[in-house]
T-cell receptor, first 113, second 112 residues
Framework: DVKVTQSSRYLVKRTGEKVFLECVQD?????MFWYRQDPGLGLRLIYF???????EKGDIPEGYSVSREKKERFSLILESASTNQTSMYLC????????????FGPGTRLLVL | GDSVTQMEGPVTLSEEAFLTINCTYT??????LFWYVQYPGEGLQLLLK?????DKGSNKGFEATYRKETTSFHLEKGSVQVSDSAVYFC???????????FGKGTTLSVSS
């Protein structure tokens, strides 16, 4: 059974803190993604990675960075958390073809106070 | 650029009613089309997909047909159940693209 796991389901942080969200997939997928989900806005792509150490900006990369040191792991970093980054964060992975399904983790609900 | 438009919710139905959630898209070439479902407190799960024109995706009683001529991928189910209550997302992946492009989601609430 395919699996994408995220390090935390719920996280509470203070403004200005550095925040790490971790994602691990066990399907040997080349592509990994970080999305943000907000009510009324749907899912928006923050960053994606198509290989180890490779990354591409998505639609809303400002205030975020990512790291992919191993194929199975993709980290999202909030360098200095702000209240407008309070959101649900979803990680996903897939094979490269446009026909391939993207598999999602359970999400991390982040609250920045 | 590529985009997906799906009907606004919430959609409220009684058990055993017929469901349609409209989805239209804008894309160059021949994208793949997907419906994902999100149950309360969970991540997104693939419901069904279609990767070429006229393909019909189906799963758990849900169906959607890839219509190139109307650029649509409407989701249907003949008889909904309370357990179908969730948020439904239409999405596309362009031929040259890597990431999914999502609609804003439609909340379905089914009462007994």
């Amino acid at each position: 059974d395919v699996k994408v796991t995220q390090s935390s389901r719920y996280l509470v942080k203070r403004t200005g803190e550095k925040v790490f969200l971790e994602c691990v997939q066990d399907m040997d997928h080349e592509n990994m993604f970080w999305y943000r989900q907000d009510p009324g806005l749907g899912l928006r792509l923050i960053y994606f990675s198509y290989d180890v150490k490779m990354k591409e900006k998505g639609d809303i990369p400002e205030g975020y960075s990512v790291s992919r040191e191993k194929k199975e792991r993709f980290s999202l970093i909030l360098e200095s958390a702000s209240t407008n980054q309070t959101s649900m964060y979803l990680c996903a992975s897939s094979r490269p073809s446009h026909k391939e399904t993207q598999y999602f983790g359970p999400g991390t609900r982040l609250l920045v106070l | 650029g590529d985009s997906v438009t799906q009907m606004e919710g919430p959609v409220t139905l009684s058990e055993e009613a017929f469901l349609t959630i409209n989805c239209t898209y804008t894309a160059t070439g021949y994208p793949s089309l997907f419906w994902y479902v999100q149950y309360p407190g969970e991540g997104l799960q693939l419901l069904l997909k279609a990767t070429k024109a006229d393909d019909k995706g189906s799963n758990k009683g849900f169906e959607a047909t890839y219509r190139k001529e109307t650029t649509s991928f409407h989701l249907e189910k003949g008889s909904v159940q309370v357990s179908d209550s969730a948020v439904y997302f239409c999405a596309l992946k362009g031929q040259a693209g890597t990431a999914l492009i999502f609609g804003k989601g439609t909340t379905l609430s089914v009462s007994s």
